[in-house]
């Protein structure tokens, strides 16, 4: 997709992978038929930039056509370069970071309002928690005890220029969300098991709010841009395409063939 | 002089009727509800109440989050904070999905005084008129608060709506036709016209008022609607009266003397004279800075003077 384009964001969209796969594949209570159906869990995808494996579930789903996905970025497309509502079954136009968990707080409480029981799932990059937004967000999420709302924060360790630690140190993160006054759980964001365990446990807190630090590596899946700051926010060449897609194709045949 | 009323006590009460007219009307605050008069809709609906302290980037997408699952969020806090603080909300999370927010701020414009320049937004019309999907409302008095504020909960999209913290005086005293996006005309007349919006309506009638015993009869124009702007009625007064004056108590620059400049320049270029600010103002009471700012009767007077001067040349 962001070969096609030319352009996109692959790393954080591949650490993301396995995350957002569990959910559309598993957890989500949702129809891809009607995709504003109001009992519907939501997924917000607040570091917008990913939405490149957020289109890939998306399609999958059904709620569109899987070639419109190499129309990704290019002018008269539904699938804009950051995740914007056009797309249907995107939630929230983002792009600027900080906004989602903000965004999940007031769709969260309308559910409380209108006694549904939907779920409010937010996705977060980790370079995204030094906006203060996030911790605005979050102070209020525990303030009004919105335990339908699950966070989870890709922590990849890398952002935009460099890594998390060089650019600004987040550590210790998970007793900062815990300051906040949110359940917090740490697990390996590319283990489905751990990945299903979680959002389990993280369904059944009564009363505040919960965060998934999933443990993950930028550019998973592909072994030259796996933990590599450049691909943040470069699409592969024709050369990379082939040699990522090769990488894929072994990894789903050794699946297939139960080595994996 | 005409008696006064709170803009935002007004906006305080609407909202309340409001309430209880629509269960989707939520409303949230940012530590400033006394102030905004919000604490009234507190008070009868507290489940339907929100505080976010003052942390308006937060405020504003919670709203965005409320209006995407259909709730009619009325966000209200100074303006300074709710247009300039969490502008890039306004923008990315609401302005370009089109949510249903309804953003009400109070204290806008230097007669919030004694605060000084930090807590005076000269800015906020300039600020939502740059967000495309954005309806801008700055009201005259009391009367066309009520009217603004119950138009807004009824259209769908993004509102921003101006009000102030002292009381004003009462231009519709024998009603008052509101419909967003139309000017009202105020008063008749052939020789200029004057476009007004917020607390200089009052100021444009009082300078007309005056000008006619000169000899020199003003249209005044209420342009209540900044954005969009009526370019009809604009032009029909370009047209007619072949000078305009606008006055508003706002930064020129992106405000609505700005603006109706540039939609004269595309349809209908006549003389133009603008009263607005040029520069931060300072500490003090309303009245004196009105005065030192240029912004009362008088100066609407003098441009008013100009602008028939410069259409006679």
Redesign the interface.
């Known amino acids: 997709m962001t070969a096609e384009a030319g352009s996109g964001h692959p790393g954080g969209s591949l650490s993301a992978c396995e995350i957002v796969t569990s959910l559309y594949f598993a957890l989500l209570r949702h129809n891809p038929q009607n995709p504003r159906w109001p009992e519907r869990d939501r997924f917000i995808l607040s570091k917008a930039h990913a939405c490149p494996i957020l289109y890939a579930a998306l399609a999958r789903a059904g709620y569109f056509p899987v070639e419109e996905l190499m129309t990704f970025r290019r002018i008269g497309s539904r699938l804009q370069g950051h995740a914007h509502i056009m797309t249907p079954g995107v939630e929230m136009s983002g792009g600027s970071l900080g906004q989602g968990l903000s965004f999940a707080v007031g769709t969260a409480l309308a559910g409380r309002l209108d006694r549904r029981d939907y779920r409010v799932y937010a996705l977060l990059g980790d370079g995204e928690c030094d906006e203060g937004q996030v911790w605005e967000a979050a102070m209020s999420a525990a303030h009004y005890k919105l335990d339908r709302l699950t966070a989870i924060v890709d922590r990849n360790r890398i952002q935009n220029d460099r890594f998390t630690s060089e650019v600004m140190e987040l550590e210790p993160l998970a007793d900062k969300w815990r300051a906040f006054g949110w359940h917090v759980q740490e697990i390996d964001g590319h283990s489905f098991p751990q990945i299903l365990r979680a959002f389990q446990t993280a369904g059944d807190i009564r009363g505040q709010p919960g965060v998934i630090i999933a443990h993950t590596v930028k550019g998973k899946g592909i072994s030259f841009m796996e933990n590599n700051v450049d691909f943040h926010g470069r699409a592969p060449n024709k050369e990379e395409l082939a040699q990522a897609l090769k990488e894929l194709g072994e990894a789903e045949r050794l699946f297939r063939e139960g080595h994996a | 002089m005409a008696p006064n009323a709170s803009t935002r006590e007004t906006y305080g009460k609407v909202l309340v009727e409001l309430g209880r007219e629509n269960p989707n009307i ?1 409303v949230l605050g940012g530590d400033l509800n006394k102030s905004t008069f919000t604490y009234l809709f507190a008070r009868e609906f507290p ?2 109440f ?1 505080d ?2 003052p ?1 308006e ?2 405020l ?12 009619i ?1 009325f966000v209200s806090t100074f303006a300074v904070f709710g247009t300039g603080r969490a502008f ?2 306004l ?3 609401i302005a ?2 089109g949510l249903n927010v309804k953003l009400v701020c109070t204290h806008a414009g230097i007669i919030t005084g004694e605060d000084g320049t930090s807590a005076q937004s000269i800015e906020d019309i300039a600020l939502t008129c740059s967000l495309p999907s954005f309806t801008v409302i700055a009201p005259a008095d009391a009367v066309e608060t009520a009217h603004a504020v119950r138009a807004a909960a009824s259209a769908s999209g993004p509102f921003y709506i101006r009000l102030y913290r002292p009381s004003m005086p009462v231009v519709h005293r024998d009603g008052c036709s509101f419909h967003t996006g139309k000017a009202e005309a105020m008063r008749p007349g052939r020789d200029v016209t004057i476009i007004a919006c917020g607390i200089m309506l009052a100021a444009a009638l009082e300078a007309a008022q005056d000008l006619s015993a000169e000899g020199i009869e003003c249209r005044v124009l209420n342009m209540h609607t900044v954005k969009p702007l009526d370019e009809e009625a604009l032009e029909a007064a370009a047209r007619e009266t072949g000078a305009i004056v606008t006055a508003e108590e706002h930064y020129l620059n992106g405000g609505l003397g700005s603006l109706v400049a540039a939609a004269l320049g595309r349809r209908f270029p006549v003389p133009l004279e603008t009263v607005a600010l040029t520069r931060y103002a300072e500490s003090g009471k309303p009245e004196h800075l009105l005065e030192k700012y240029g912004l009362t009767a008088k100066d609407v007077e003098r441009a008013a003077r100009r602008a028939v001067q410069r259409k006679r040349r």
């Open positions: 939520v489940e339907r929100f976010f302290g942390a980037q937060n504003l997408s919670v709203a965005a989050g409320l209006a995407s699952a259909g709730k969020p890039d909300q923008r990315v999370g370009q999905p």
